[in-house]
C-alpha cells in the first residue's frame, strides 16, 4: 500500500523499496515536510538520469546518421572522382587519336610532319590502378552491380532515418557543382593546349581571318572561337567514336550523343539568324567555302585511303562519313556553343569537351549503372565452324568483310565465309562450309596473320616456313579447280617452328617469332624480303610478338623467360625490358603465351601461363596492372580495334571480355573443349564488324555476334 | 564409351606452348586411355600411338576394349583424313591437270569426282583435293557426326564411301606419282595402316584394294 501511493505520487516508477525502516506515519510527514526525503533524491536522480539517458540516445542517433551521411558522401565522392579520372582519361585518348588523325591529314596533304604541342599519348592513369596493383588479387572486383546495390542500400539506410530524397538530391547537385568547378579549373588548361594545338596546326589557313568579325561582335572571342573549333572537331571525332562504339556496347556515349545531336542540329538555324544580325553575309559565304573545301579535302583523304589501304581504314572511312556533314556546323562553332550553354545546367562556357561528358554522367550517375547493364551487348554464339580434323591453333578476319581464315594442327588453313552458312539442326547456331582449304605446310599450323588490305594471308608453321597466301575470293565455288598461284611466296629463313606473326599494315610489314630463338621482319613483298633479323642471347626462345601499334618503328617480343623486350626496328637494339624486379624470374610457370600492344596506348598486354594477364607501360617498362584472369592457363589475347576491350582465351575452356578502363570482367563464355590439357588456342576481334572468334583444340573455331 | 577419372593429381600439363620446339611438338609422356577424361580421348589415344611408332599398326588398329567400334572407326578415318594432307601437299607439287586429267589408277576406272551437284570428270589433282575437303565436311557434318563419343548406325554407314573416295588418292599416287607414293609411305606408312584398317573393319571389299603393301604377299603380287 505504503509503496504503491509512493510511487503515484511521484509518477515514477520505482523498484526500490524504500521505508523498510520506521512506521508509516513518520515516513509521511518527512516527505510532505522537507522536500529533500531520501526517496525524493533518489526519484529526481533517477528521473534526471533516464532524462540523459534518452538524450544521450537521441544524440547517438543523430551521430550514427552524420556518420552514416559523411560515409554516403565519401563514397560518392569517390566514385565521382573515379569516373572523372575515368572520363578524363578517355578524352585524352580522344584527343590523342584526333592529334594522331590531324597529323596524318597534315602529313597527307602537306607530305610534312605536323609540329603539335604534345604528341605523347596520354599516360595512363597510375593511381586509378594503385589500389588494384596487387599482383595476385582475385579477378573479380567491384563490379557496377554491387557499386549500385551498396548505393541503394545506404539510400534505403537514410530514407529510414528521415534522410529524404530531396536532401539528397540537394546535397548531389552541390556536388556535382564542386565537381564541375573542379574540372572546369582543369579543363582550362587542357583547353589552352588544344587551342594552341588548333593555332599551331596551319590547318585552316582561312580561319583566322573567318573568325574576325566575330571577334567585334564578341570581344576576346577569337581565342575562344579557336578553342570551340578545337572542340567542336573532338566532339565530331568523339561522334565518330561513339558510332563505331554503338555497336559493342557503351551507353554513356549514347547519352552523350543525344545531348550533342539536338543541340547541334537547332543550332544550324540560330547560326544562320546570328549572321544576319552581324551582317555577315560575306562571312557567311566564306565560312561555307571553307567548309566545302574541308569537305573536299576530306573526301579526297578518303578516296586516296581506301586506294591505298582499303581495308583497314574500313572503320574510320565510316567515322569520317558521319563527321562530313557535322564540318560546317563547327566551323562556326560560336552559336553553338551558346546553344550547348543554355542546355546545360552550368553556365561556364570554356572547357566544354570534358564538362560536357562529366557532367552528364554525373547527371546520371544514378541511371547509368541500370542503362549499362541495359545498353551492354552480349555475345551470344553464333557461327560454329567445324572442318578441321584437329586443333585449330590460330585464327585471323578479313579486315573488312565477314570473313575469317583458321590455322589448323591438321597441316590445313580454311576460309570462311560466314555469310554463306548451312542452318543447323536444333541447335541456335549455323554451321558454315569452308570455301577454301589452303594446303601447303606438312606440319601444324601454329600462326596465322591477314595483310591489312585483307588481299594476302600470312602462315606459320611447325615445319619452320611462313607461307604468303593470295586469299581467294569470298565467293569462290569451294569445289574450284586447284589454282597453285594461291600460294604467292614462302619466306624461309627460320629454323624451327614457327609460333608468331604480326602484320604492320601501314607499312606492309611483317614479323615472326620462331622456336630457333630468332624474330624476323620481313617485307613479303619486295625482293629481298628479310629485313631484319632480332635476338636475345639471354632470354632464349621467342614465344610472340607484336608491333608496337602507337610507335609502330619499334616490336615487342615476349621471351621464354618471361621477359618481354621492346627493340626498335631498324636497328634491332633493345629498348625498354619489360620486367617487374619483385618478382621471381624464368619461373616456368609464368611463360607468356601471347603478347599484344594497345591499337593506340603505350600500354603492353601480356597473357601469362600462370593465370594472369599482366599489363605494362611502354615508356617506363614497369608493371601497370597485373590480374588473375583465368581459372587455367592465359593463352590468347585480343584488343578491339577502338581499344576499350580486351579479349582473352585460356585453356579452362572459357573466353572472358574485360573492360580495359577498370579491368573488370563484363563476360565470361564457355567456348571449348579440352584436348590433352589444351583447350583456347586463339581469339579475335573483327577489325571493323561486331563479331568475335575462339579457336580450339577440339578442332572447332566459333564465331560469336 | 566409359571414361576413368584419374585417382592421382598429376602434375604433366600436356600442352604445346609457344616457343615450343619442332622437335619436341607433342612430346610429352604417354597417358594411359584409361585415364583420358577429355571428350576427344579416341583421338588422343590414336594420335599418341601414332607418335609413337607408325609403323607398329596392330598396336595402333587395336581397339580399347571398352569402347564403342563405331567411334573408333570413325576416328581413324578422321586420322587417315588428316594425314592424306600430306600425300596431297605431294601430289600438287607434280600432278598437273596437263598431266593427269582425270582421275584414274589402273586403266581400269576412271572415277568421277562426287563433291559436285552432278559427279564431274575432276583432274586428278581436283579429284584428290575436293575428296579431303568433301570428307572433311562430311566427317565434320553436325547432321550426321553430331558428336565424337556416340555415333548413329546409319552414319556408321557413310564411313565406308568416304573410305572408297580417298583410298583413291592412295592408289592415283601409287600408278601416277610412284616416287612420291613411296616417299610419303616409307615415312608414314600409311597406305598400309589404311589398308589393314578397312580390311580389319570390313569398310571396303578386297577387289578395290589395288595397291600392293610391302610384305603382305596377299596383295603384293600383281607389280613387280
Not at chain 1, 128 to 149: A, C, G, H, M, R
Request: proline share 4%.
Amino acid at each position: 500500500m505504503e509503496d504503491n501511493s509512493l510511487n503515484h505520487q511521484n509518477g515514477v516508477q520505482v523498484v526500490k523499496q524504500v521505508s523498510a525502516v520506521g512506521n508509516n506515519k513518520e515516513s509521511d510527514e518527512g516527505s510532505v515536510k522537507a522536500q529533500y526525503s531520501i526517496p525524493g533524491i533518489l526519484h529526481f536522480i533517477q528521473h534526471e538520469w533516464a532524462r540523459f539517458e534518452l538524450e544521450r540516445s537521441q544524440w547517438e542517433v543523430d551521430r550514427a546518421e552524420l556518420q552514416a551521411r559523411i560515409a554516403f558522401l565519401q563514397g560518392e565522392r569517390k566514385g565521382q572522382e573515379n569516373l572523372k579520372n575515368d572520363l578524363v582519361r578517355r578524352i585524352k585518348m580522344l584527343e590523342y587519336a584526333l592529334k594522331q588523325e590531324r597529323s596524318k591529314f597534315h602529313k597527307l596533304k602537306y607530305g610534312t610532319d605536323l609540329q603539335q604541342g604534345d604528341m605523347n599519348p596520354p599516360a595512363m592513369d597510375e593511381t586509378s590502378n594503385e589500389n588494384q596493383l596487387d599482383s595476385d588479387q582475385p579477378y573479380i572486383s567491384v563490379s557496377n552491380s554491387t557499386w549500385k546495390q551498396g548505393r541503394q542500400l545506404l539510400r534505403q539506410y537514410l530514407q529510414e532515418i528521415g534522410y529524404t530524397d530531396r536532401i539528397i538530391d540537394v546535397r548531389s547537385t552541390r556536388v556535382r557543382a564542386l565537381l564541375g568547378l573542379n574540372n572546369n579549373a582543369e579543363q582550362e588548361e587542357n583547353h589552352n593546349g588544344s587551342s594552341l594545338n588548333g593555332g599551331e596546326s596551319n590547318k585552316r589557313p582561312s580561319e583566322g581571318q573567318g573568325r574576325k568579325p566575330f571577334k567585334k561582335e564578341r570581344p576576346g572571342s577569337l581565342a575562344e572561337a579557336m578553342m570551340l573549333e578545337a572542340e567542336q572537331a573532338v566532339m565530331a571525332n568523339m561522334e565518330f567514336l561513339t558510332n563505331s562504339e554503338m555497336e559493342m556496347d557503351d551507353d554513356e556515349d549514347d547519352i552523350i550523343n543525344d545531348k550533342d545531336v539536338e543541340p547541334m542540329e537547332d543550332a544550324d538555324d540560330d547560326v544562320k539568324t546570328t549572321r544576319k544580325k552581324a551582317k555577315g553575309d560575306r562571312l557567311c559565304s566564306d565560312v561555307d567555302a571553307e567548309a566545302m573545301e574541308v569537305l573536299n579535302e576530306l573526301t579526297l583523304l578518303f578516296e586516296s585511303e581506301e586506294r591505298n589501304d582499303k581495308g583497314e581504314q574500313g572503320d574510320w572511312n565510316q567515322g569520317y562519313q558521319t563527321t562530313i556533314p557535322k564540318r560546317p556546323i563547327a566551323t562556326s562553332g560560336v552559336a553553338v556553343n551558346e546553344e550547348f550553354t543554355e542546355g546545360m545546367d552550368t553556365t561556364l562556357g570554356l572547357g566544354e569537351l570534358a564538362q560536357l561528358t562529366v557532367n552528364n554522367d554525373a547527371e546520371n550517375t544514378y541511371d547509368m549503372a541500370t542503362s549499362k547493364e541495359a545498353f551492354r551487348k552480349t555475345w551470344n554464339a553464333k557461327y560454329t565452324l567445324r572442318s578441321h580434323f584437329d586443333g585449330v591453333r590460330a585464327l585471323a578476319f578479313h579486315p573488312t568483310e565477314p570473313v575469317l581464315i583458321t590455322g589448323s594442327e591438321d597441316h590445313t588453313l580454311k576460309l570462311w565465309n560466314l555469310q554463306k552458312t548451312v542452318p543447323a539442326k536444333k541447335s541456335a547456331s549455323l554451321d558454315v562450309e569452308p570455301l577454301y582449304t589452303f594446303r601447303c605446310h606438312n606440319k601444324p599450323v601454329l600462326c596465322l596473320a591477314i595483310s591489312g588490305s585483307g588481299d594476302y594471308c600470312y602462315s606459320g608453321s611447325v615445319d619452320s616456313a611462313i607461307h604468303v597466301w593470295n586469299v581467294p575470293n569470298s565467293n569462290i565455288d569451294p569445289y574450284d579447280q586447284f589454282d597453285p598461284e594461291i600460294l604467292y611466296t614462302t619466306l624461309q629463313g627460320h629454323t624451327n617452328a614457327v609460333w608468331g606473326l604480326s602484320v604492320l599494315s601501314s607499312k606492309q610489314q611483317l614479323l615472326s617469332c620462331s622456336a630457333d630463338g630468332t624474330i624476323k621482319l620481313w617485307m613479303p613483298h619486295s625482293e629481298v624480303p628479310l629485313l631484319n633479323t632480332f635476338t636475345s642471347e639471354q632470354d632464349g626462345v621467342p614465344s610472340s610478338v607484336d608491333f608496337i601499334r602507337d610507335h609502330p618503328v619499334q616490336i615487342v617480343a615476349a621471351y621464354n623467360s618471361s621477359h618481354s623486350i621492346i627493340f626498335d626496328a631498324e636497328t634491332a637494339k633493345p629498348v625498354v625490358r619489360l620486367e617487374s624486379g619483385q618478382e621471381q624470374a624464368n619461373a616456368p610457370n609464368k611463360m607468356i603465351n601471347k603478347i599484344v600492344s594497345h591499337p593506340t596506348l603505350p600500354l603492353t598486354i601480356t597473357a601469362h601461363e600462370d593465370r594472369h594477364i599482366r599489363f605494362w607501360d611502354n615508356v617506363s617498362g614497369q608493371m601497370v596492372h597485373s590480374m588473375v584472369a583465368h581459372l587455367d592457363a592465359v593463352t590468347s589475347l585480343a584488343v578491339d580495334p577502338n581499344g576499350l576491350y580486351l579479349l582473352s582465351g585460356s585453356h579452362d575452356c572459357s573466353i572472358r571480355l574485360w573492360h580495359l578502363d577498370n579491368k573488370t570482367c563484363v563476360q565470361e563464355i564457355t567456348a571449348h573443349r579440352k584436348k590433352f590439357d589444351e583447350s583456347i588456342l586463339d581469339v579475335a576481334f573483327h577489325p571493323s564488324k561486331p563479331y568475335i572468334a575462339s579457336a580450339g583444340a577440339d578442332g572447332l573455331a566459333k564465331v560469336f555476334v | 564409351m566409359s571414361k576413368m577419372k584419374m585417382a592421382d593429381g598429376a602434375t604433366i600439363l600436356r600442352r604445346n606452348r609457344p616457343g615450343t620446339k619442332a622437335e619436341d611438338f607433342c612430346r610429352w609422356p604417354d597417358e594411359a586411355y584409361e585415364e583420358m577424361d577429355s571428350t576427344l580421348a579416341v583421338q588422343q589415344c590414336i594420335q599418341q600411338l601414332i607418335r609413337k611408332d607408325p609403323t607398329n599398326i596392330d598396336l595402333i588398329l587395336k581397339m580399347p576394349e571398352t569402347l564403342d567400334e563405331g567411334v573408333w572407326k570413325y576416328e581413324h578415318l578422321r586420322q587417315f583424313c588428316m594425314e592424306l594432307n600430306g600425300l596431297a601437299i605431294r601430289l600438287q607439287e607434280e600432278c598437273r591437270p596437263e598431266t593427269c586429267n582425270q582421275m584414274t589408277a589402273t586403266e581400269q576406272w576412271i572415277f568421277l569426282c562426287a563433291a559436285h551437284k552432278t559427279p564431274k570428270e575432276c583432274a586428278a589433282i581436283d579429284y584428290t583435293r575436293h575428296t579431303l575437303d568433301g570428307a572433311a565436311c562430311l566427317l565434320n557434318s553436325n547432321k550426321y557426326f553430331p558428336s565424337r563419343v556416340s555415333i548413329k548406325e546409319s552414319s556408321v554407314a557413310k564411313l565406308g564411301s568416304v573410305c572408297r573416295r580417298v583410298y583413291r588418292i592412295f592408289s592415283h599416287a601409287y600408278y601416277h606419282h610412284r616416287t612420291i607414293f613411296d616417299e610419303f609411305e616409307i615415312e608414314t606408312c600409311l597406305c598400309k595402316r589404311f589398308t589393314q584398317f578397312v580390311t580389319k573393319y570390313n569398310l571396303m571389299s578386297k577387289d578395290n584394294l589395288i595397291v600392293p603393301i610391302l610384305g603382305e604377299a596377299t596383295i603384293g603380287e600383281s607389280e613387280a
